[in-house]
């Protein structure tokens, strides 16, 4: 009895806090001049007070820029053959000790052929590269420090400096975020975080004889590299080492979510499994490489690597892995 006492009081409903994300979604359509339903489904759900007080503004980051980046003008959503007003939904769901916490509108989506124009405009890409991106990896690229496709600037939604602080926060509490995307139909951002705020669980990996944390809830099958049935990248290479410079023996499945995609990845090494407290990451650091957030671990500073980010890449053709 007293554990359920002290969970309740660590726990709070999750439907006054959405709602609250609801009214700034309609504050800022009415400021735009849009017109936006909001849709709230599983508010009854406790969530942990630390993982909401975290959140909270990741969260009304990504409902402000879905409404100002992603539901239309009434015009524009008659033109196209829509309702003149759009639909926000927010929802939240837990599974196999992970809580996900999605943003879904019905607006025009992600135009991901502008993505990658203005990426190579920014000269973060090459245009071959940009050319020979998947979809999943031209979304990426919305999470780079500054990055925007408006072409003027709006006091609150049109710098393009949300997204990426964003996903630093949820970076530090061992989360990641996901990005589905329908042309036309709209956009889909989902914060998926462990349920429990607590030191998080991540499984050392070697790579140039540094270790690198991988989050366990991302981690698959852990295998010898000749008994791996597919292909399988370079952790070395990824990072943006020499492919061959050491022996890569094992192969770790790294899964981008619970049910999302995954990639072999293949390391020199994997050690053991320790709770780390994690830490907000530099945006330098964030920019250059696969990287999620900081560890300190005694006197050093290391790197945990981003699911998401690595399986993206392990995607990719080689000559852009």
């Known amino acids: 009895m007293l554990g359920a006492t002290v969970q309740s009081l660590r726990t709070t409903p999750a439907a006054p806090h959405l709602e609250r994300l609801a009214a700034s979604a309609r ?9 936006v339903e909001v849709v709230i489904a599983g508010g009854d759900k406790p969530i942990d007070r630390r993982i909401l007080d975290g959140l909270i503004d990741p969260l009304r980051q990504i409902v402000r820029n879905a409404v100002a980046h992603g539901v239309e003008a009434p015009a524009a959503r008659r033109a196209a053959h829509k309702a003149a007003g759009g639909t926000l939904r ?46 999943r990896g031209a979304l990426s690229l919305l999470f780079y420090p500054g990055f925007s496709l408006r072409s003027e600037a709006d006091l609150l939604a049109g710098r393009g400096v949300g997204l990426d602080l964003a996903l630093a926060a949820v970076q530090r509490l061992g989360g990641t975020i996901q990005l589905e995307n329908a042309p036309g139909r709209g956009l889909a951002v989902s914060i998926v975080v462990p ?3 607590a030191p998080v669980r991540v499984l050392w990996l070697e ?27 370079s952790l070395a290479t990824l990072l943006g080492g020499a492919q061959g410079a050491r022996a890569e023996p094992f192969v770790v ?53 981003d699911p998401i980010q690595i399986v993206s890449q392990a995607s990719r053709p080689p000559s852009l892995a």
């Open 27 to 35: 504050g800022e359509a009415s400021r735009l001049g849009k017109v």
């Open 90 to 135: 927010i929802s939240v769901s837990q599974r196999a000790g992970l809580l996900t916490i999605a943003v879904e509108d019905d607006g025009a989506g992600v135009d991901d052929a502008d993505v990658r124009q203005r990426a190579v405009e920014r000269g973060l890409v090459t245009r071959a590269e940009a050319d020979e991106l998947d979809p």
């Open 195 to 197: 349920a429990e705020a």
């Open 207 to 233: 790579c140039g004889g540094d270790p690198f944390g991988l989050p366990v809830q991302h981690v698959g099958r852990i295998a010898r590299r000749a008994d791996w049935p597919g292909p399988a990248a």
């Open 253 to 305: 499945e790294v899964r981008a979510s619970p049910d999302g995609p995954s990639a072999g990845v293949l390391v020199e090494g994997v050690g053991a499994i320790e709770e780390v407290t994690l830490r907000a990451l530099p945006l330098m650091l964030r920019a250059i490489g696969p990287f999620g957030a900081a560890i300190v671990w005694a006197d050093e500073l290391r790197l945990s690597l």
